[in-house]
Structure formats: structure tokens, C-alpha cells
């Protein structure tokens, strides 16, 4: 999403009546903070007018919410600065036309300082904020194209451009460049998240087709689960019946193993010799007895 902002916001700043203006404002903003007793006038102003006193801010180089900060600040201080400026700032001074192109300004950028602020910040989820970040962001530069606007230009031309990444808010289910307005990751975490399963920000005619979606993955994902637990099961029985004849084989060796160990003993080796001594004497005596009854 931050790449498709880049592209929607250089339609915003290198409009040439946007740097015009923000030319002057920077030279302003650096006169007030460098010129000697303009701080020291604004604050006495702030005191008598009983406002409070903002301190106004410049912009950094490739960070537009800096602009962004630059030209809130300095409007939160336009009547103080429109006090002095005949004064101390006589050299440059912004007419009223170019203040409300500044107000303008701050009215189109504030959504997409709000998603810029969001997912910096953010340590939960972010891709369920996708789709109503969209939405805030197109009714906006809806909005502010309307005729009655300063510049309907400016943010005509970056809804065009915003419209060729998000297409046109029918659906959330289209394709802008070949690529899908919202992954299937951000659909799913939109209706899943608590913050966001109201589906604000889905057109009502996607609604149902969301739900169906949700429950065409969560389908796919039990039968997955049984699928594995099914694996899991014949992997337990086929480690138990293993189990089981690899212990049966080391009984049947460890019994081969003691009766070689008792027929090779000292013990039994003497018990059969003893036995066959005997044997040998019971033998001899028969033949004798044999012998003498032939006789």
C-alpha cells in the first residue's frame, strides 16, 4: 500500500500550483523561525489573543508528512501570523486566497496522514485497515473535486491515479493493472479483525460475498487440519507397531543371549561333566552286572 500512496501523492506535490504555494510557505515559515523578535511577537499575540501558541515546523526533504506537519502548523497560526506580518513579515506575506489553498491542502492530505500515522505506529495486524483506509481516503478526494473547491484539479488528478491501483470503489473484487484492489490475506483479515468485521468500507453487494469467501477458506483450512490430524494418527500407530517388534526382537536376543551365556558358564559346564561321570559309572556297573550273569 505505501508504494500505491507514492504514486497517488506525486500527483499532489508536483502540482505546479501545490509548489508554488509551498515555495512561499517554506520561505515564511524559515522567516518566522529565523528572523530576530517574531517568536517573542507571535507568543505576545497568542497571550492577548488568548490562544494557544503552536510552534510552527519545517519539512524535511523526501518526507511529505513533514509537509504535511509544516502546513498544519503554520495555519494553527494564521491569526497571530496575520497580526504581525505587516510588521515583521511585510516582505512575505500570504494572501487570503493562498490560506485557503493552504486549508485545501491540509483537507487533502489529512486521510492519508492518518493511514501513513496508523501503520507506523501500529503493533497489531494493519492489513484489516486496508480496505476502510481505502474507502476514507477515495470519499475524500470525492469530496474535495467538488466545483466549489480552490484547485478541484489537485485532487481530481490523484483520484485518477488512485483509481488505477483500487479502481473506482464499485467493488472490492476487482482488478486495476492486472493486479487484485485487495489481496486475499487483507479481505479475510478485514472480516476477521473486531475492529473491522463490521465490513465498513466493503460495498454492501460485497458483503455476502466476503462472508462466503470467509467460509469457503475456513472450510479449507478444517479440512486441511483433519487431513493432518488423520497423518498424525497413522504416523503414531505406525511408531507404536515398530515400537512393539523392535522390543519383541531385543527379547527373543536377550534370551538367546543368556542361554548362551549360561551353556558357556563355568557352573553348567561342571554340572555336565559331573553328569557325564556319573552316566559313565551307572554304564560300567551294567555292563559288569551283564557280564556276570552270563557267567
Not at 494493519?126 to 467538488?146: A, G, K, W, Y
Not at 473506482?168 to 493486479?179: L, P, W
Request: aromatic fraction near 10%; charged fraction near 20%; include cysteine.
Amino acid at each position: 500500500i505505501a508504494y500505491r500512496l507514492k504514486h497517488v501523492l506525486n500527483s499532489f506535490f508536483f502540482n505546479p500550483s501545490v509548489e508554488s504555494l509551498l515555495n512561499i510557505v517554506r520561505k515564511l515559515v524559515t522567516c518566522i523561525k529565523t528572523c530576530p523578535g517574531t517568536s517573542k511577537a507571535l507568543l505576545g499575540i497568542c497571550v492577548t489573543l488568548h490562544c494557544n501558541r503552536v510552534e510552527i515546523l519545517i519539512d524535511i526533504s523526501d518526507c511529505w508528512w513533514t509537509t504535511y506537519s509544516m502546513l498544519s502548523s503554520l495555519y494553527s497560526m494564521k491569526i497571530p501570523i496575520q497580526s504581525i506580518s505587516n510588521v515583521l513579515l511585510s516582505d512575505i506575506i500570504l494572501s487570503p486566497d493562498q490560506w485557503r489553498l493552504v486549508e485545501y491542502c491540509i483537507q487533502i492530505l489529512d486521510p492519508f496522514v492518518v493511514v501513513q500515522k496508523s501503520f507506523a505506529k501500529e503493533k497489531y495486524v494493519t492489513s484489516s485497515l486496508c480496505i476502510p483506509f481505502v474507502h476514507d481516503m477515495r470519499t475524500n478526494l470525492i469530496e474535495l473535486s467538488q466545483a466549489d473547491k480552490p484547485l478541484p484539479g489537485i485532487p481530481a488528478s490523484m483520484l485518477k491515479v488512485f483509481n488505477t491501483f483500487w479502481s473506482n470503489g464499485d467493488s472490492i473484487f476487482t482488478y486495476s493493472e492486472g493486479k487484485p484492489s485487495f489481496s486475499k490475506e487483507q479481505i479475510l483479515a478485514t472480516s476477521l479483525d473486531p475492529r473491522t468485521f463490521d465490513l465498513y468500507g466493503v460495498p454492501l453487494k460485497d458483503r455476502s460475498k466476503v462472508w462466503d469467501y470467509l467460509t469457503s477458506e475456513l472450510s479449507k483450512f478444517t479440512q486441511a487440519g483433519e487431513e493432518e490430524r488423520h497423518a498424525q494418527q497413522a504416523m503414531k500407530e505406525f511408531s507404536n507397531d515398530a515400537t512393539s517388534s523392535s522390543y519383541d526382537h531385543q527379547v527373543e536376543e536377550n534370551i538367546e543371549s543368556s542361554l548362551d551365556k549360561s551353556l558357556n558358564s563355568g557352573t553348567l559346564k561342571r554340572r555336565r561333566s559331573g553328569f557325564l561321570d556319573r552316566s559313565a559309572e551307572v554304564g560300567a556297573k551294567l555292563v559288569a552286572e551283564n557280564s556276570i550273569g552270563n557267567i
